[in-house]
């Protein structure tokens, strides 16, 4: 600034590979763009999202498949590309760009649904009281996991939450459950009673999943005349629902669904070749037998969970992933309850459904909608999340 020639610009331009325009270079151009060198190491199943995909670079993957290879897709369909399914397109026809576009590249992804969790987020116990900045306030906190009922996720939270706060964790190894959500909510609400007393209220916290048992569980203490409300972390009945719609194309029956929910969490802890494993799992019938074809592909290369937590993590996954159609609220009476709803500015769906995800229909009082920057796995990082319990600005009731 003191020169009498300021510079008043510098820029230092990234050096990128020069690449050729063709469809069998489609994965390397997109790899380009990700500033990713090598695919050494990186799972193909893995999506873009998943890779450290910023919006700018999601923007860029999205034009250039516009501009260079005349193939059209829309900005949630691009979070959902993987290079497996790059290399598909890649290998299609050329002259076929009609055909390319139709390619199923949303392979159904329950696997967002479902966290990595390893042997020491199992606990045996029911409840997992959290060391809060306040004890003893009138107000008691329950946090319900996601579909995994894997309560350790909230671990991080609890510092930060200014009232008693616990997380109830709800595992399962009943492959024969019939009404599970009715099952866990039963089961749950006998730690929550306790906890109750003096006249203390509620503020029901469901994130993922969660969201279905957490309504479940308001609706059970409003019948005994408890007061609260409620807090879903980018989860709704409708939201679900409308999730394992997009999936049908895959879900014919209920051996399809265990087959996916096994080869999803294979993927999420990149375990082994998925379709090799789905090749095997489509010549048995029953859960115990495709439980132990992928067991033994999964331990081999992973060591993270012990056969007995795998099996607790594929049963309690499948179990909750299969009562999502089941499981429909229009046809219950309105809670009293109001709902805030946290959502992930990066949604889950593909498909446009209420910006409230359908809540107003399921309750008689208010819905808020605040959204949180991030994806459906990461918003729980956000510390919105503990500003919006403890009730700071701008979530203040």
């Not at 369909?77 to 009609?98: G, M, P, V, Y």
Request: glycine share 4%.
């Amino acid at each position: 600034l003191i020169q009498s020639r300021p510079v008043v610009s510098s820029i230092v331009v990234a050096e990128k590979k020069s690449l050729s325009l063709g469809l069998g270079n489609l994965v390397e151009t997109v790899a380009n763009i990700l500033g990713l060198k090598s695919m050494k190491g990186v799972s193909p199943n893995s999506y873009l999202a998943e890779l450290g995909m910023d919006s700018m670079m999601a923007v860029e993957i999205k034009q250039t498949l516009e501009r260079e290879f005349d193939i059209f897709f829309s900005a949630q369909e691009i979070r959902n590309l993987t290079f497996t399914k790059l290399s598909e397109i890649a290998n299609a026809s050329a002259d076929n760009t009609q055909d390319i576009n139709k390619l199923d590249i949303v392979q159904p992804n329950l696997k967002f649904l479902i966290g990595v969790i390893k042997d020491k987020d199992f606990i045996s116990e029911t409840c997992l009281d959290f060391s809060t900045k306040r004890q003893k306030t009138t107000t008691e906190v329950f946090l319900i996991p996601g579909i995994d009922g894997c309560g350790t996720v909230f671990n991080h939270l609890g510092p930060n939450i200014n009232l008693s706060a616990r997380a109830l964790c709800y595992y399962t190894n009943n492959i024969d459950a019939t009404d599970i959500i009715s099952e866990t909510s039963d089961h749950l609400i006998n730690h929550i009673l306790p906890k109750l007393t003096a006249g203390k209220d509620f503020i029901m916290v469901g994130y993922s999943f969660g969201s279905i048992i957490a309504i479940e569980l308001t609706r059970r203490l409003e019948a005994m005349n408890f007061k609260g409300r409620l807090i879903l972390i980018d989860g709704a009945p409708e939201q679900l629902r409308t999730l394992y719609q997009e999936c049908r194309f895959a879900i014919l029956d209920d051996r399809d669904l265990q087959n996916i929910v096994l080869i999803n969490i294979m993927e999420i802890y990149s375990a082994g070749d998925t379709e090799k494993i789905l090749t095997e799992l489509k010549k048995y019938k029953t859960w115990e037998e495709k439980f132990s074809i992928f067991a033994k592909e999964f331990l081999a290369t992973n060591t993270s969970l012990s056969l007995e937590n795998l099996k607790t993590l594929c049963t309690t996954a499948y179990k909750h992933a299969s009562a999502i159609p089941q499981y429909d609220s229009s046809t219950l009476a309105p809670i009293k309850s109001s709902i805030m709803l946290l959502k992930a500015t990066n949604p889950l769906l593909r498909s446009v459904i209420e910006e409230d995800y359908g809540l107003q229909k399921i309750t008689q009082n208010v819905v808020k909608v605040h959204s949180i920057e991030g994806t459906h796995v990461t918003i729980l990082n956000s510390e919105k999340i503990t500003a919006a319990i403890n009730g700071e600005p701008p979530f203040a009731i």
